[in-house]
């Protein structure tokens, strides 16, 4: 669980390590399974995969800061008393998965609007890859100390103890494994999702299932989350509330999706 590995006399992050592996993995699978459904180019799934990624970066790194700028001005009595330093911190100190799917689907479907590349189509190949790197991306968040679980009673068979130099979580405290349990989750999803996009005649179940299983998980995840700094608002963390939305947004792509595969079938 050590943050950082020692290459070339330097220390590189494995989180950051990871992202960049999580990216390549996730651009592999869109092509291949550009090439093998071939409901979209491999060229235009490739450059919209890029622009996809600029936009999930933008909104990765402005979630967080747009939401707690927002608190803080809700309470500033309470935070006027925090050190400048900690404040930033709790401001901008990570980034958010959430953000970073919200800005990519921004971008993705604005640019496939403006050059007229079908959106379900790239959405399809790209729910498969986005679990994958995802997961992958998890497994940085366990050696990097974030995403942490609640406290365990020593000796418990899904708790890890982080050491003394962790980045993020409180070490020699046995925690809850959370990133590599949504990892796990995320690993059997992407798989999931990869057969059914090899074996559906047309592409819109595999983005629905995504926007309605990943939200789900994510909701009942977040109840076993130990690192705080995240946010609750009443009895429900930020992220819970995204996943709220993300799935309704779910339920509304699924039955546009339907709807469509069925006005196509009385059309022939």
């Known amino acids: 669980m050590n943050p950082f590995i020692h290459m070339f006399g330097r220390a590189i992050p494995v989180y950051g390590l990871l992202l960049v592996v999580a990216a390549a993995a996730a651009w592999f699978v869109i092509t291949l399974l550009a090439k093998k459904r071939k409901w979209i180019s491999s060229s235009d799934a490739s450059l919209v995969f890029l622009i996809g990624i600029s ?5 990765a790194i402005l979630l967080r800061p747009l939401i707690r700028i927002v608190e803080v001005a809700i309470s500033w009595e309470r935070f006027a008393v925090v050190p400048a330093g900690i404040l930033l911190h709790y401001i901008f100190g990570e980034i958010v998965f959430y953000g970073g799917l919200i800005g990519g689907l921004i971008a993705i479907v604005l640019f496939c609007r403006k050059f007229k590349i079908g959106i ?5 190949i790209a729910a498969p890859a986005l679990a994958l790197a995802h997961a992958i991306g998890r497994i940085g968040c366990f050696f ?11 000796g418990h ?6 050491p003394p130099f962790s980045v993020n979580a409180p070490p020699g405290v046995p925690l809850l494994a959370i990133p590599l349990i949504e990892a796990s989750y995320l690993f059997v999803l992407f798989i999931v999702l990869t057969i059914l996009c090899l074996k559906v005649k047309k ?14 998980g994510r909701f009942v995840l977040e109840f076993f989350r130990g690192d705080i700094i995240r946010g609750n608002y009443g009895h429900l963390t930020t992220s819970q509330y995204i996943s ?10 699924f039955i546009r999706i339907l709807r ?9």
């Open 55 to 59: 936009g999930g970066l933008v909104g």
């Open 120 to 124: 379900v189509a790239f959405f399809e």
């Open 144 to 154: 990097g100390g974030c995403c942490y679980g609640i406290e365990l009673p020593h």
């Open 157 to 162: 068979p899904l708790s890890i103890v982080y």
């Open 203 to 216: 592409p819109g179940l595999c983005a629905s299932i995504y926007l309605l299983a990943y939200p789900a």
């Open 244 to 253: 709220f939305l993300i799935f309704a947004f779910g339920i509304i792509y």
């Open 260 to 268: 469509i595969n069925s006005r196509q079938a009385h059309e022939k």
